[in-house]
């Protein structure tokens, strides 16, 4: 979906979408899809072509944790917050991370490079605590791993 | 709420019968029978949110204890509406409320007028039991009329109803959800960067501190302590009928002669009346009128143009109706400009050491002050500052003055004396009836011997009505509410592309419901029944006054033959008339 042709694309989508029911979950989805977030200039061209006020597609925008707002980071760095990682250690190692990348949870850097989150057990409790890095599992974490893992996230 | 349906419902509340049309809510039921259920996030202009919880009532021989505020009362039904066990659940809902809620009851603006501080108080709560999470949410000052402050919102949803519904200009939301369910202008940017119009209903309807007016009483004493300063003040139609709700008197009481009397007591060396600014803007629009519609010059219908949040949604929303509007400026603005030329030219002062301040029963007089070029028209600001009923009253009470033992005073009648027709500018239909009365003298030469034109009145969303005059029919409409504008343009519109006659030949447009006496600055806890009293007081001015058509009035006379020539001439244009531009709805 590119910016030149912005209003093309929006009003494909909602093509696609516009007969059945809840078309605006619909269409934001796709777009979310595509996109990793929903820009607001899509949603402004969305509200135009669908003919909804752009206060209700905020409202539904920020009611589901799914959607995004902003452009995800090039890394994204989720603690697992299971039972089994957060008994060994996941906050510290959270909060390691929030110390050196300077921002919290739930936050993005400035540059667009990190942001951290958690996620519910992802399922390897045998490998506690355990820090997701764009999907990929690293296991057994301490917060002195902190620094070696950010460095390996180049360029 | 009106419903049409002839079945009734039999029940009793607390042991009392009550026989209500089937649809009546156990509130409305209650109401009836003089038993008063807490209610928080219910208002009467409102359907219900049901948001808040504290109107639980329990229905007897069942385990339910439903919302009374939306659950309707059914056949055979028992209520009980207070009972120990119920008093302590809605205890804990307040409780519940008010550990989110930071406790500056002192030094917030709605002290002595929050329905959540008078809540607490009716349940006698003496500590904060719960431990306080306030969410730490920013002010938002961006409009420069209307503050947001979210971190005092209790999400009763009262503001998103109406500013999505009744004035259908989706300025604000709730946005994420939860305990977490916050309110914020559309897509969380600042209030001035959304579609806001500044009309204030969401300040009027809001029942704690989180929006409100932006306060503007320090910048008035500061003009009033200035010794270089030569201060004029003039008070909006809709101010007289008001501002004595807050002060103890009933609603609709007119109080002009007092509140003269407190204005020069404050200090303000000049006071004139924005009724007499309404008769000059009538001068201007019937002229404006009859171009139209006898010489065929400019569009029809010719819409008002004197609220400013109208002209705003129009200039967002609606710009294919500009070369509808009447560019007649609004009353307020006349005066203002008229007190920086002409009064100060035959007073012999500076008009650069003159300050007008203007006492609005509106909020978006504070953005209309300012709103372009044309309101320099005098080379200085015409307005420089607009206060709110609200704001007003609280200098009068600052001031010290005893407002029920004042006696009544005088305006300065130069750009204060003013007849029946400006006085009812304040409420709906008002303007229109005001321009038949005058253009119906432009036009025939003779006065519209009636006067009153009652299809103009009242409380219905969209008013239409007819009259002849020289022959022709004369098709008329009044909207109030942003939310009942659309209808109106629409049959404009379909008119226009079919080629027909125009579906109306003058429309009056106000933004807030019941136009100004419901204005957004208005003293609180409005409902229909307290808009037909402020404009019963309105109406019943109008019948007392001497002159009751705007084109009598000696000073407007005056006015015409020393210093602006005749309507729409050049000095006239120039002084009070104005332009507008279609603007996008969202800034960013
Ligand atoms: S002032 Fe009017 S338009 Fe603005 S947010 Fe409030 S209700 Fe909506
Ligand atoms: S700002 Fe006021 S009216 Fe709006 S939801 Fe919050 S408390 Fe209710
Ligand atoms: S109707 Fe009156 S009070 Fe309301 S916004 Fe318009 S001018 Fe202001
Ligand atoms: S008043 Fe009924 S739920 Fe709030």
């Known amino acids: ?155 | 709420m009106a419903r049409t349906t002839s079945k009734t419902v039999r029940a009793k509340l607390n042991g009392i019968e009550v026989v209500v049309p089937e649809g009546t809510t156990i509130l409305e039921a209650a109401e009836k029978v003089h038993l008063k259920i807490p209610t928080l996030c219910k208002h009467p202009d409102l359907p219900p949110t049901a948001a808040c919880g504290i109107c639980i009532v329990r229905v007897k021989g069942t385990n339910q204890m439903p919302r009374a505020c939306c659950t309707p009362l059914e056949e055979g039904m028992e209520i009980q509406t207070h009972d120990p066990e119920i008093v302590e659940i809605r205890r804990k809902v307040l409780e519940l409320i008010l550990s989110k809620h930071p406790n500056e009851c002192l030094t917030c603006g709605r002290n002595g007028t929050c329905e959540l501080q008078s809540l607490a108080s009716d349940f006698g709560i003496r500590q904060q039991s719960l431990p306080s999470i306030v969410p730490d949410l920013p002010k938002d000052e961006s409009t420069r009329t209307i503050v947001l402050e979210p971190r005092k919102c209790i999400a009763c949803g009262r503001c998103l109803t109406v500013c999505q519904e009744l004035q259908n200009v989706w300025a604000l939301s709730f946005l994420e959800r939860g305990i977490d369910t916050r309110m914020a202008p559309a897509g969380d940017i600042l209030l001035a960067d959304s579609p806001c119009i500044s009309c204030g209903q969401c300040s009027a309807h809001c029942p704690t501190g989180a929006i409100f007016e932006y306060d503007e009483t320090e910048k008035a004493w500061e003009l009033l302590r200035d010794p270089d300063l030569h201060c004029v003040v003039q008070i909006a139609p809709a101010v007289r009928v008001a501002i004595g709700e807050a002060f103890g008197y009933p609603p609709g009481t007119n109080l002009t002669g007092k509140l003269y009397a407190a204005l020069r007591y404050m200090g303000f060396d000049t006071v004139f009346d924005t009724n007499f600014g309404a008769d000059v803007t009538i001068m201007e629009e019937g002229t404006e009128f009859v171009k139209r519609f006898q010489d065929n010059q400019g569009e029809l219908p010719l819409i008002t143009s004197c609220c400013p949040a109208w002209v705003d949604f129009m200039e967002k929303y609606h710009s294919d109706m500009i070369e509808h509007f009447s560019s007649t400026k609004s009353p307020h603005e006349i005066v203002g400009v008229l007190t920086k030329t002409y009064y100060c030219d035959r007073k012999g002062l500076d008009p650069s050491k003159v300050r007008v301040v203007s006492i609005m029963p509106c909020t978006a007089k504070k953005y209309e002050i300012q709103r372009s070029d044309d309101m320099f028209a005098s080379g200085y600001q015409d307005v420089d500052l607009s206060l709110t009923t609200r704001e007003l009253a609280r200098m009068i009470k600052q001031a010290g003055i005893d407002f029920a033992s004042l006696p009544e005073g005088e305006c300065d009648p130069m750009l204060g004396l003013y007849t029946g027709a400006g006085t009812i500018f304040g409420t709906s239909g008002g303007v229109l009836e005001a321009a038949i009365r005058t253009a119906h003298k432009l036009l025939t030469g003779e006065e519209f011997d009636s006067l009153e034109f009652q299809p103009a009145r009242g409380l219905e969303g969209v008013k239409e009505g007819r009259l002849t005059i020289l022959g022709r029919e004369v098709r008329v409409a009044v909207a109030h509410g942003m939310g009942h504008v659309e209808d109106v343009l629409d049959r404009v519109r379909a008119a226009k592309e079919n080629g027909d006659e125009p579906a109306y030949h003058m429309i009056e447009v106000m933004a807030c419901p019941g136009g100004c006496i419901g204005g957004g600055g208005q003293p609180y806890g409005i409902t229909d029944a307290l808009r037909l009293q402020r404009a019963k007081g309105l109406y019943t001015d109008d019948r007392e006054r001497e002159f009751r058509r705007s084109h009598e009035n000696p000073y407007v006379q005056g006015l015409y033959s020393t210093f602006l020539g005749k309507p729409l001439s050049e000095k006239a244009h120039r002084l009070l008339h104005n332009s507008y531009k279609p603007k996008p709805t969202y800034r960013r």
């Open chain 1, 1 to 155: 979906m590119a910016e030149k042709d912005l209003s093309a694309d929006v009003a494909l989508a909602v093509r696609k979408w516009q007969k059945k029911r809840g078309a605006l979950i619909m269409v934001l989805h796709e777009i979310q899809g595509r996109l990793g977030y929903v820009p607001r200039e899509i949603a402004l061209e969305l509200s135009k072509q669908m003919n909804v006020p752009l206060a209700r597609i905020y409202e539904v925008l920020t009611f589901y944790n799914f959607f995004e707002l902003e452009p995800p980071a090039k890394y994204v760095i989720s603690g697992c917050m299971g039972t089994a990682c957060y008994l060994k250690g996941t906050p510290q190692i959270m909060q390691e991370f929030s110390r050196l990348l300077g921002i919290e949870v739930g936050q993005t850097t400035p540059d667009g490079r990190f942001s951290l989150t958690t996620v519910r057990c992802v399922g390897c409790c045998g490998q506690a605590p355990v820090v997701l890095i764009n999907g990929e599992v690293h296991s057994k974490v301490s917060p002195q791993d902190v620094p070696h893992l950010l460095a390996q996230c180049k360029d």
